[in-house]
């Protein structure tokens, strides 16, 4: 079965440094997601994407965070300059019909 | 936006036991899925079902749009069943309830 690859799998950050966390999606899907899970809490969503474009993003989605699609096939959530609070697994998904499948997400600490 | 409320909050069973989940959503929606989170964090889908019954071995789901909600049923529990479960609604983006929290003993 066809699926949604994140790197890393986990990464250890300083503070007010930046962060990338890459995402392939399946190839032949055209919406992209990137959802926010606080260890032991909701999976929140925080952006989605379509057609090169920001096409929803919740309050959660500040300055601080952006996304891109760099060369057709990878999908990128950077954090410009992490807090300790951005601490939590970070999910990037791609719809295909009518269900969304999930990557094995990133795991991101901030210290 | 759409609210998704998931009952109960945590659920712990024997083995062996049957077990009904709830989910309840604010607003008509074009998209339900059910979704296993396993304790390594991964997000396994269980069902896209905006409507009607389906089964999948021990599990099914069946969700009635026109009433909002959608209930997940585990028979036969096995300790491989324990984790979080999530529902998640559609329209737009997709918005994930809080999840059951399901411990099952041996």
């Known amino acids: 079965e066809p699926e949604v690859t994140q790197t890393p799998s986990h990464q250890v950050t300083q503070m007010g440094q930046e962060v990338i966390l890459r995402c392939v999606p399946i190839?032949?899907?055209?919406?992209f997601y990137w959802y926010r899970q606080i260890l032991g809490q909701k999976v929140e969503f925080l952006v989605s994407f379509y057609n090169n474009e920001i096409s929803e993003k919740s309050e959660i989605f500040d300055d601080q965070f952006s996304v891109e699609r760099p060369d057709g096939s990878n999908f990128t959530l950077k954090i410009r300059s992490t807090k300790l609070e951005d601490s939590a697994m970070y999910f990037c998904?791609?719809?295909?019909?009518?269900?969304?499948?999930f990557g094995e997400g990133s795991w991101l600490t901030v210290v | 936006g759409i609210q998704v409320e998931q009952s109960p909050p945590d659920l712990i069973l024997q083995e062996g036991a049957n077990s009904t989940l709830r989910c309840n959503f604010s607003d008509s929606v074009n998209n339900l899925q059910w979704f296993h989170q396993n304790p390594w964090g991964q997000l396994i889908n269980l069902f896209y079902?905006?409507?009607g019954t389906k089964q999948n071995g021990r599990l099914s789901a069946t969700t009635v749009a026109t009433e909002r909600y959608s209930l997940l049923y585990i028979s036969s529990s096995q300790t491989t069943d324990s984790g979080v479960y999530f529902c998640a609604v559609r329209f737009g983006d997709m918005r994930f309830g809080a999840g059951t929290r399901l411990t099952v003993k041996p």
């Open positions: 998904a791609s719809l295909g019909g009518n269900t969304i499948y």
């Open positions: 079902i905006p409507s």
């Open positions: 190839s032949n899907h055209l919406y």
